[in-house]
């Protein structure tokens, strides 16, 4: 059982720590919200998502909606596009930006933001199946359930973790030249992403 749970952290971590546009999101809401207490819908949104992506991946259930390839296109299609938008979107924000429209981040507006860049990345959806699915196909049982736990749990801790980093470095970055930099090096690496994306749904056709 240990081994099990060994398995999952280091699977989990290994997935969710590359810094991509949900890891973004968090960390730029903990670091733009005046109170930790402010940014928690933000974490709660994307640790469900996760939780149900994790869910569906170990049960098979996401396999199965996956298996056309039409709707795999689809996903990938548009995923290159959202990914693209956001990596523009992330490229010219600033610091000061960010803290001036907190405010008009309300608590629904960050539910539903949250929740796309947790579902509407099709990256982390493929890599969820692909891996967190694949490697639990070999437990059964007790097993699986712990498996997928400790993979849920992982996720949880991390964007807990992630929006507290977030709170203090925006405590800290008074000119806001910390978040501008961290900005500009996150869109590169969405837009990497993005082009990586691009790169499969062309291998799909040929």
Not at 48 to 59: G, K, P, R
Request: glycine share 6%; with cysteine.
């Amino acid at each position: 059982m240990i081994q099990t749970i060994l398995h999952a952290t280091l699977l989990a971590f290994g997935l969710i720590l590359p810094l991509g546009v949900q890891n973004v999101f968090i960390f730029q809401q903990g670091a733009a919200q005046k109170k930790f207490l402010h940014v928690l819908p933000v974490v709660i949104t994307a640790s469900v998502c996760d939780t149900i992506l994790i869910a569906l991946s170990v049960t098979g259930v996401s396999v199965l909606i996956l298996a056309s390839a039409y709707l795999k296109t689809a996903l990938l299609s548009f995923g290159i596009i959202f990914l693209f938008y956001m990596g523009w979107q992330t490229w010219k924000s600033k610091s000061s930006s960010i803290k001036a429209s907190q405010d008009t981040f309300t608590i629904k507006r960050q539910i539903l933001f949250a929740a796309s860049v947790s579902l509407l990345n099709p990256h982390a959806i493929l890599d969820t199946i692909g891996i967190i699915g694949t490697n639990s196909l070999q437990y059964e049982g007790t097993e699986k359930i712990v498996f997928a736990l400790t993979c849920i749990t992982v996720s949880w801790i991390w964007f807990t973790s992630l929006a507290i980093a977030g709170r203090t470095i925006g405590k800290l970055d008074q000119t806001g030249k910390i978040m501008i930099t961290i900005n500009k090096i996150s869109a590169i690496i969405i837009w990497s992403i993005s082009v990586y994306l691009f790169y499969s749904l062309i291998q799909t056709f040929f």
